[in-house]
């Protein structure tokens, strides 16, 4: 393969494919056995690769039976300056030919461009997803949003507070109490958080306050901080309900 490709010579090439090898390039294109694969490279080396080279690389073999193997190749087309062009793996089925051809031929020949390797995982961002209102009326207000912005309520409290979500960012209108200190209107925020270690660490090396464990019956917000002017803010790494984003 090499020689024909560098030789420019095509059926030197295709000399090495059985003549009804199931051929697939990278483009998922299945030219037709030896032919096909000949006329394919012809017009590659005397188009987009003419005067390059190609260096392949065997990277392991695994023998089936006497006469049958897979081959896990790699391949690298060099142009004339010996810049690397692209890279290419393969699979290759090949079988011992017979007798008077002598050596082996490829049945079978998958190419693949090799994905690029994955970027390094950063750590998990904090999101912003909870905003809390204390209401006088959590029912009318929460049919306010619904009706106007499309919020969906998935969650309702005995007392009357009421849970929405657009999908991303939770909506709680907290009934608010005549018995309370609580005044009406926006209460605190929260975060969905990775780990909740690493977030109060990074909270009391910047001067506030260790987060709070919350007692509450509700599944979300398990920890309550404050940032330096002292607004609430909730931290839970399992989220804040509602319909997944």
């Not at 006469?67 to 391949?75: K, M, N, R, Y």
């Not at 997803?129 to 969650?155: G, M, N, Q, T």
């Not at 709680?172 to 209460?187: C, S």
């Not at 690493?198 to 920890?223: C, D, H, I, W």
């Amino acid at each position: 393969m090499a020689r024909g490709w560098a030789a420019a010579d095509a059926p030197l090439f295709a000399s090495v494919f059985a003549a009804d090898c199931d051929f697939t390039t990278v483009r998922g294109d299945k030219p037709q056995g030896r032919t096909g694969i000949e006329e394919g490279h012809a017009a590659l080396f005397a188009g987009p690769y003419a005067d390059t080279r190609l260096a392949a690389r065997v990277r392991g073999i695994r023998p089936l039976r006497p006469g049958l193997a897979t081959v896990d190749a790699e391949s690298t087309i060099h142009a004339a300056d010996g810049s690397a062009l692209a890279t290419t793996h393969a699979l290759a089925v090949v079988e011992r030919a017979e007798p008077a051809e002598g050596g082996w031929r490829i049945t079978a020949f998958h190419n693949m461009i090799p994905a690029a390797p994955a970027a390094p995982r950063e750590p998990a961002r904090p999101r912003l997803r909870h905003l809390a209102i204390v209401a006088r009326d959590p029912e009318k207000l929460a049919d306010f949003y619904a009706s106007v912005f499309s919020l969906e309520l998935f969650h309702r409290d005995p007392d009357g507070s009421c849970f929405l979500s657009d999908g991303h960012l939770s909506l709680a209108l907290i009934k608010h109490r005549l018995d309370g200190d609580t005044p009406v209107g926006m209460n605190h925020f929260g975060f969905h958080i990775a780990d909740t270690e690493t977030v109060s660490t990074a909270l009391t090396e910047a001067g506030t306050p260790k987060p709070a464990e919350r007692f509450t019956n509700r599944p979300f917000a398990e920890y309550r901080a404050m940032d330096p002017e002292g607004n609430w803010f909730d931290l839970s790494e399992h989220g804040f309900g509602g319909p997944k984003p």
